[in-house]
């Protein structure tokens, strides 16, 4: 069926370097590209989102990255620090509704 | 800030029992959707909400019903409980209009169907 593909599902990274998560979909017509962290036993929280009218978008440590024509997006947090421990979902908003991946866990290596 | 309450955290029930999940959110927020949680297969939808008595199936709608009778208010239904329905069960409320809207989470319930 339709999805959002997200890759890779575990990443480890040492702390202080950066780590970027992808994903691509497939129905051209999505608009709008949320991505959300959540943090063991707490809700998914909205971190970045994007829109198809532009190509980036950077919040303090985070940077998301969109290519409508490949039809993938990326996270992408820099120097990273314990607290990036979580897991992330990217989505994708088709439909008047919100497809998301299937998540990717971040482990920070001290 | 917006705050959607999920009325239980944990909760056990047996099979074949008809469970309510309760959700509530005070933004006046038009959209409401409930979401279920497995390890390895992120969330996914069984059904939401754009306006009072109103309902659509989302992506796995089988076992489950749904009731909108207050803006404020999404209520999930069990109608018989089986094993396979024990999961974590994540509400989202969004103002108007799905697309191009965040949704914001509550807490989620863990429920076990023993």
């Known amino acids: 069926g339709e999805n959002v593909e997200q890759h890779p599902s575990t990443l480890s990274v040492q702390e202080g370097d950066s780590a970027v998560i992808k994903c691509t979909y497939s129905d051209s017509a999505s608009n709008y590209f949320p991505w959300y962290k959540q943090e063991l036993g707490k809700r998914p929280q909205l971190i970045i989102d994007?829109?198809?009218?532009?190509g980036e978008k950077k919040d303090q440590r985070i940077a998301v990255t969109l290519n409508k024509t490949a039809k993938h997006f990326s996270l992408h947090i820099t120097e990273t620090q314990p607290e990036d421990s979580a897991v992330y979902f990217c989505a994708e908003s088709r439909d008047d509704k919100i497809i998301f991946g299937k998540g990717t866990r971040l482990h920070i290596l001290p | 800030d917006v705050k959607v309450t999920q009325s239980s955290r944990y909760l056990v029930k047996r099979t074949g029992e008809k469970v309510f999940l309760e959700c509530v959110q005070d933004?006046?927020?038009?959209?409401m959707f409930w979401y279920r949680q497995d390890p390895g297969l992120g969330l996914r939808l069984i059904y939401f909400?754009?306006?009072?008595?109103?309902?659509e199936k989302g992506d796995i709608p089988e076992g489950y019903s749904v009731s909108r009778e207050k803006k404020e208010r999404f209520s999930l239904i069990l109608e018989s409980a089986s094993t396979n329905q024990t999961s974590m069960y994540l509400c989202?409320?969004?103002?108007?209009?799905?697309?191009?809207?965040?949704?914001?989470f509550g807490d989620g319930t863990r429920l076990s169907i023993l």
């Open positions: 933004m006046d927020h038009e959209n």
């Open positions: 909400s754009y306006d009072v008595k109103m309902k």
């Open positions: 994007i829109r198809s009218n532009v």
């Open positions: 989202a409320s969004s103002t108007t209009g799905g697309r191009n809207q965040p949704q914001h």
